[in-house]
């Protein structure tokens, strides 16, 4: 075993031994590949613009890819990578993982040295797999120039005559697959970093499966089904959706790699897809779509909204324009994946759309004193289950995150509905001190959202020797439309708002910064906000 299975193991081993890990599974996406490719070989599991996979050329490329990198002395255990946008080779690099043992680390397309010269060493990455050079960026050369760059970097749909070249890999003899235990580690994936530093989550093949099976269920998830995936698979979303939800919940995947929504709306109908998951720019971009192409996207069952801050009149305005559909908030995170995905059937999401649905895991809400608070109390969100993550990489990062029942604590503010809906009120590092009472930038930020002028908004607060914090308010108007100072304060005092919840200050600006998968950056708004209230110039975001 290499030097870096060994330093993931003794990690592996310690966060074992802290009574966190509650695996369920019998066995691992590997084993349940063989044997449903035994079952049915001709099964297509995922298409993407260039081709789609069987069940058995899937199993039969990955065995040819782990012969490869064995070959190349890449041994069972080690951590692999891959930069990838949402391609078919994906899918068999972690096949690949499933079969041989390795450690996938996913990592985003828009990544670039800084990233990589952190997540790579810290993961001990031994072979990564990267798009050729484009317009932006040579990958390949970026990766090789990092101090502690792996010793293979493996160039997909790029110059096949390359050693390392992923065509040529797939060439090799299939090796026999190794396959690892369900309690091992299948995935090391790193935060989007919006409240701080990055850090590496640590899945296992146990709390992978536990996420599919119990959301394939809630959501009434099987074979008839066929989801189109247009969130990015180096995000813990796009990863679930296009490498396990085929294999353990027999679904069909569609891969997009570039989002478009008139391109959606075209194959979802042609495709007949039943399910999308995406943040709000997706749902709101694919309502645009479908209304100017006239259509009601009829095959659509369920779609899944998350990931940034989602209005309850976009659930609403979606509901009615997909009558065929449960569209609804869901509610998660890296470390605990869907632990709510959402509303059953769709009366109840009519009902609830002000809702992120109900809990698929235990839940307690926290008070100051890190005790349970009463019924209908806001509080700190804290989960457990068996599709919760084991521990981060970096054992110092697990300090504080989790209770003495190992409960991992969320870091969002929630209150329950009827004792079973959860809402999500904010981040409790969101939270804006004004005057020594906590204001909640979510409350203010739905409420202007209902404003018909108003497209986008997001609430920080700015340092103010007066106020403690101050509320400043980054808006982005409706096309066409004009929304100033007094339009605001006007229709929050209309919302029934109390005075000290108003913004002092309101910035107009044509986009939200936000990462990859919609989030808005608020650490970037906020560095904004200071900037503007003490002076100084910036660049609008």
Not at 125 to 133: G, K, Q, R, W
Not at 220 to 242: C, Q, T
Not at 364 to 384: F, T
């Amino acid at each position: 075993m290499s030097c870096a299975a060994n330093a993931l193991s003794a990690r592996l081993a310690d966060l074992k031994a802290s009574g966190r890990h509650r695996a369920e599974a019998r066995s691992g996406l590997g084993a349940i590949a063989l044997a449903l490719t035994a079952e049915d070989p001709d099964r297509v599991v995922v298409t993407d613009s260039q081709r789609s996979l069987t069940r058995a050329e899937m199993v039969h490329l990955a065995r040819r890819l782990g012969g490869a990198l064995i070959a190349r002395g890449v041994a069972p255990g080690a951590s692999i990578a891959f930069q990838l946008p949402n391609w078919w080779e994906a899918t068999v690099v972690n096949m690949a993982a499933a079969l041989f043992g390795y450690r996938i680390v996913p990592i985003l397309p828009i990544y670039r040295s800084a990233e990589l010269g952190a997540i790579l060493p810290a993961c001990k990455v031994e072979a990564i797999f990267v798009p050729p050079t484009d317009h932006r960026v040579d990958y390949r050369a970026m990766v090789a120039a990092l101090p502690d760059a792996p010793a293979h970097v493996v160039t997909v749909r790029g110059d096949t005559s390359k050693h390392d070249a992923f065509d040529r890999l797939i060439e090799h003899e299939p090796a026999d697959p190794l396959l690892p235990p369900c309690t091992d580690a299948k995935m090391i994936i790193f935060t989007s970093g919006s409240t701080g530093r990055p850090k590496g989550v640590i899945h296992t093949h146990a709390s992978m499966d536990a996420v599919i099976r119990r959301t394939a269920e809630f959501w009434k998830l099987g074979e008839d089904d066929v989801m189109y995936v247009a969130s990015p698979i180096g995000h813990i979303g796009g990863s679930i959706y296009a490498f396990e939800f085929p294999w353990i919940a027999g679904c069909r995947t569609i891969l997009e790699d570039k989002w478009n929504a008139t391109r959606a709306v075209s194959r979802i109908d042609a495709e007949k897809a039943t399910f999308m998951a995406g943040a709000t720019p997706f749902l709101r971009d694919l309502l645009d779509a479908a209304g100017a192409a006239n259509t009601s996207l009829p095959s659509l069952k369920r779609f899944i909204c998350g990931g940034a801050s989602v209005p309850p009149e976009l659930i609403r305005r979606a509901l009615k324009a997909f009558p065929s559909a449960i569209v609804s908030r869901a509610y998660g995170s890296t470390e605990a994946p869907l632990a709510c995905p959402g509303i059953r059937d769709r009366e109840e999401a009519i009902a609830h759309a002000d809702t992120d649905g109900a809990m698929a895991v235990e839940l307690r809400l926290l008070g100051p004193d890190n005790k349970p608070v009463s019924p209908g109390v806001e509080g700190e969100i804290a989960v457990r289950g068996p599709q919760m993550f084991i521990g981060y990489l970096d054992a110092r990062d697990d300090v504080g995150c989790f209770t003495e029942e190992g409960f991992f604590v969320m870091g969002d503010l929630g209150r329950l509905v009827d004792d079973r809906y959860i809402v999500i009120t904010g981040r409790t590092k969101d939270i804006i001190i004004r005057k020594g009472e906590n204001i909640s930038p979510l409350e203010i930020e739905n409420a202007l959202l209902r404003h018909p002028a108003v497209s986008h908004v997001s609430i920080v607060g700015a340092p103010d020797q007066e106020r403690g914090e101050m509320v400043v308010a980054f808006i982005v108007p409706v096309a066409g439309r004009i929304f100033e100072f007094d339009d605001m304060t006007a229709h929050l005092e209309a919302e029934g708002f109390a005075r000290q919840k108003f913004p002092e200050r309101m910035e107009i600006v044509d986009a939200l910064p936000t990462n990859s998968v919609g989030k808005v950056q608020k650490p970037e708004l906020r560095r904004i906000a200071a900037d503007l209230v003490s002076g100084k110039a910036c660049v609008a975001p």
